[in-house]
């Protein structure tokens, strides 16, 4: 039984280059949560997702975040014009059919802006 | 007051020891709470959940939770070197139904042989 994926594991982009982070969740898990752990700092809620819906965004970052979780494939974190400030790493947790259950994390996607 | 809050330690114990890791958390949290694992560049591993007043026993790891006095800890019996990581206490924000997690600034925890 797979756990969380995400793809890429690292990811290195110049200033203003777009980033796109990808996230399965667990086999039977319908609920996808992105956070974010700057460095030496906690982790950060994001946003919360459902299959093509989007529950809660009150952690996202006004501008140039946006989060999707399509019908079919992952859901993408996409950051467009990367800023050095968005250097962190990025967790994509999912759990199975309601909300309030455990939340299991991915390996997380470490990005790194030039 | 943080809706989740950590000593960022470090705490250091022997080896064999019993680690204390403590959280406090205000009235903006749900009464759901987690302990997840971290080692250094690793992503967050589960390691026990509570929900209600009293102790949680899973081998060599206690949580206990105490709504009275708002707080919940995490007792490692037998502590081991491989113990030595990042402890972060989350809860679930609001009702608890919003699926947001809120978690702690995490303490460090170092075993030493």
């Given at each position: 039984n797979a756990g969380v994926m995400q793809n890429p594991r690292h990811l290195v982009r110049r200033r203003g280059q777009e980033a796109r982070l990808r996230c399965s969740p667990m086999k039977g898990h319908s609920h996808v949560y992105w956070y974010r752990q700057l460095p030496e700092e906690g982790l950060k809620f994001m946003v919360y997702l459902q299959k093509e819906n989007i529950i809660d965004e009150s952690g996202m970052p006004k501008e140039r975040f946006s989060a999707e979780f399509p019908k079919e494939g992952p859901s993408i974190l996409r950051i467009q014009q990367v800023v050095r400030g968005d250097s962190a790493a990025y967790f994509c947790a999912s759990s199975p059919s309601i909300a309030g259950e455990t939340q299991y994390f991915g390996p997380g996607t470490r990005l790194l802006v030039l | 007051q943080k809706?989740?809050?950590?000593?960022?330690?470090?705490?250091?114990?022997?080896?064999?020891?019993?680690?204390?890791?403590?959280?406090?958390?205000?009235?903006?949290?749900?009464?759901?709470?987690?302990?997840?694992?971290?080692?250094?560049?690793?992503?967050?591993?589960?390691?026990?959940?509570?929900?209600?007043?009293?102790?949680?026993?899973?081998?060599?790891?206690?949580?206990?939770?105490?709504?009275?006095?708002?707080?919940?800890?995490?007792?490692?019996?037998?502590?081991?070197?491989?113990?030595?990581?990042?402890?972060?206490?989350?809860?679930?924000?609001?009702?608890?139904?919003?699926?947001?997690?809120?978690?702690?600034?995490?303490?460090?925890?170092?075993?030493?042989?």
């Open positions: - | 809706e989740v809050e950590q000593n960022s330690g470090p705490l250091s114990v022997p080896e064999g020891a019993i680690a204390s890791l403590n959280c406090t958390y205000s009235d903006r949290v749900s009464q759901s709470f987690f302990w997840y694992r971290q080692y250094s560049g690793k992503s967050p591993e589960l390691i026990m959940s509570i929900y209600s007043n009293g102790d949680k026993e899973d081998g060599r790891f206690t949580a206990q939770l105490n709504k009275a006095s708002q707080y919940v800890s995490l007792l490692i019996r037998d502590s081991q070197p491989s113990d030595s990581a990042t402890y972060l206490c989350a809860s679930l924000s609001g009702s608890g139904n919003t699926g947001k997690l809120i978690f702690g600034q995490g303490t460090t925890l170092q075993v030493k042989p």
